[in-house]
């Protein structure tokens, strides 16, 4: 396969050669519920007594759901200060269903998570990206390739950490990130793939239509209205 100018051959394909490749260590915090930090049924609380306990049966399709919530005593809870789940975090399934995020959209009040998650957090790429860009086939590929030959499917947090090709960093493209996110609501769930395959192809779509100094024809901006 031809490589264009101005792009490169990764693991993750062809990418403009201004992209960079990073661990998912070096672009945000992973803390997991480890050592004595850990819980058992007699943590557990009644509603009002306690914050949320996140655990993957909460995560589906990426959503957070806690109509089957649990609780854990507050004692627990504010032993962990590393691992409070706050807007804007992610919660990555480390055991039993590997891989399984959610993206927090809303301040859902004092949370944790259980020893099968681990909490993605003080971000710095655009987090609702990174949430999208873990769930697609090259990471769940990754993760099935590293997992431990156990009766609980089980990934390290060291494992995680080193995700090769997680993470793009974009500079500051605020046409390249408004139009993915908003490409990845719309058809995501339905074709994963499609929305990553997007990446490299709107990219050298405004690179081919660009200016000399490559700002798109529409000025830099992308296109408006819902897709």
Aim: proline share 4%.
């Amino acid at each position: 396969m031809d490589i264009p100018q101005g792009y490169k051959q990764t693991e993750l394909g062809i990418i403009p050669e201004d992209w960079e490749i990073v661990n998912l260590g070096s672009v945000a915090k992973i803390n997991g519920r480890i050592g004595f930090r850990g819980y058992t049924t007699a943590d557990l609380v009644g509603v009002g007594q306690g914050a949320y306990t996140i655990g993957g049966k909460h995560i589906t399709n990426m959503v957070l759901d806690l109509h089957d919530a649990e609780y854990i005593s507050w004692q627990k809870y504010y032993e962990s200060p590393e691992i409070m789940v706050r807007k804007g975090d992610i919660v990555f399934a480390q055991r039993g269903t590997l891989g399984k995020s959610a993206f927090i959209v809303n301040d859902i009040g004092p949370a944790t998570i259980n020893p099968s998650l681990v909490l993605i957090n003080k971000i710095k790429c655009d987090n609702e990206y990174l949430s999208y860009w873990l769930q697609c086939d090259k990471i769940v590929e990754y993760i099935c390739s590293i997992n431990s030959q156990t009766s609980i499917p089980m990934i390290t947090q060291n494992q995680i950490e080193h995700i090769l090709d997680g993470i793009l960093d974009f500079g500051d493209d605020p046409r390249f990130l408004n139009l993915f996110k908003r490409l990845c609501r719309h058809l995501y769930y339905e074709y994963p793939q499609l929305v990553v395959d997007f990446i490299s192809m709107y990219r050298l779509l405004f690179d081919e239509k660009g200016d000399s100094d490559g700002t798109s024809a529409n000025h830099g901006e992308a296109p408006q209205g819902d897709l």
